[in-house]
């Protein structure tokens, strides 16, 4: 089934960045998906190759150095790079999270020191630095703090599963400056190697397990007034201003796992014989592709309405949600029944089907868990926002 046919017309340059994204995939990423899977080696290779193609900044304007694609060109690229390699794909997504937010709210200076040399691919990869290990979901109940102390901020606390945050050039970090609440965070740009940041181990983990998720603890981390990004107290506002996109990110990183096991899935029904015949003559296994094939292009138009609507302006709260509910939901689904084609197979390492089946599972828990998304697109039929 074609892309166009899945999800619509797309322009020219949509595809273009889809294109660049899935050629360096199939080149770069694919070959060695199984081997980062299995040694937990950060791609750190691949991001300086992803960062001169533009894609570690795909939504900077072309003006401040970045690719100038939207939000439809970023979820066709997340796409791509998921369906090769899902932990280079979400260290891809924490990123760009950055790189747009720092375009969005930064200083000309700021963006001088941070943003011009992150798009030369100077800098590596950027970590966003929010969850804590007493607070995910409800993120505005962190408790890291930062104190003004004249000219200076001083971080003292801790975040945990940071994505990249052992190899990013600069850390963008949510603190709480003032009272309790939402309006008492603000947020930093942290430099690597800035004293009193100290960098915790890497997380042996199920899936994704090449993205470099560590803890970050900060001990009397002495700022620079300047590294303040946006104003005081508006940190939260920041954060939100990120989540819809963010949202479909993941939701497009979803899609591409589900893209990659149903390709698997149904080249292995096609060979597979059982009882003289394919596995893909019998009519059960054909109704489990046709369901599966469904819900593929169902999460595709949700991730592209939701995408397009984001390009125009709108906040697209729920819509977002929506995006990363079914699409995050229905990957499992899907990798879980191609895993059932696989038979015993499907359990083994030698098959990439398992490595997709352990990579989705924790797509349905960050960037907002699927009972935080259910909270949002109730809120917004309730008219409660």
Request: net charge negative; charged share 20%; hydrophobic share 40%.
């Amino acid at each position: 089934m074609t892309l166009e046919r899945s999800i619509g017309t797309i322009t020219e340059e949509q595809a273009a960045v889809a294109t660049v994204a899935r050629q360096f995939a199939a080149a770069r990423l694919a070959p060695r998906a199984a081997e980062r899977d299995r040694t937990g080696v950060y791609p750190l290779e691949e991001m300086s190759a992803l960062g001169e193609l533009g894609l570690l900044a795909m939504k900077v304007p072309e003006s401040e150095g970045g690719g100038g694609t939207d939000n439809v060109g970023y979820v066709l690229a997340m796409e791509a790079i998921a369906e090769a390699c899902a932990s280079t794909a979400v260290i891809l997504a924490s990123s760009n999270l950055v790189a747009k937010l720092l375009s969005e709210f930064g200083t000309p200076a700021q963006k001088a020191t941070w943003l011009q040399p992150y798009t030369q691919g100077r800098l590596g990869p950027a970590a966003f630095a929010l969850s804590e290990p007493g607070c995910g979901s409800d993120a505005a109940a962190l408790t890291t703090t930062a104190k003004k102390d004249g000219e200076s901020w001083i971080l003292d606390g801790a975040k945990m599963w940071i994505t990249s945050g052992a190899h990013a050039g600069f850390h963008l970090v949510f603190a709480r400056s003032d009272g309790p609440g939402p309006g008492g965070i603000s947020c930093f740009l942290v430099d690597r190697g800035t004293p009193g940041l100290m960098i915790g181990k890497e997380e042996d983990k199920m899936g994704q397990r090449a993205s470099g998720t560590v803890a970050l603890h900060f001990d009397g981390c002495r700022l620079p007034a300047e590294n303040l990004l946006g104003e005081r107290g508006h940190g939260y506002a920041v954060a939100l201003g990120a989540l819809g996109a963010g949202r479909v990110g993941i939701a497009a990183l979803s899609i591409g796992l589900a893209e990659a096991a149903f390709g698997y899935g149904l080249a292995y029904a096609q060979e597979r014989k059982a009882f003289g015949k394919s596995v893909s003559d019998f009519q059960n296994t054909q109704f489990v592709l046709a369901d599966c094939r469904t819900e593929l292009d169902a999460a595709w138009l949700l991730s592209l309405r939701a995408a397009r609507l984001l390009d125009t302006g709108d906040k697209a709260a729920a819509e977002s949600s929506m995006a990363k509910l079914f699409a995050t939901e229905a990957s499992s689904r899907i990798i879980d029944k191609m895993l059932q084609i696989h038979g015993g197979y499907g359990y083994s390492r030698d098959y990439p089907i398992e490595r997709l089946y352990r990579d989705s599972r924790v797509t349905r828990i960050y960037e907002g868990s699927s009972e935080i998304q259910r909270i949002v697109i109730a809120r917004d039929l309730l008219g409660k926002r």
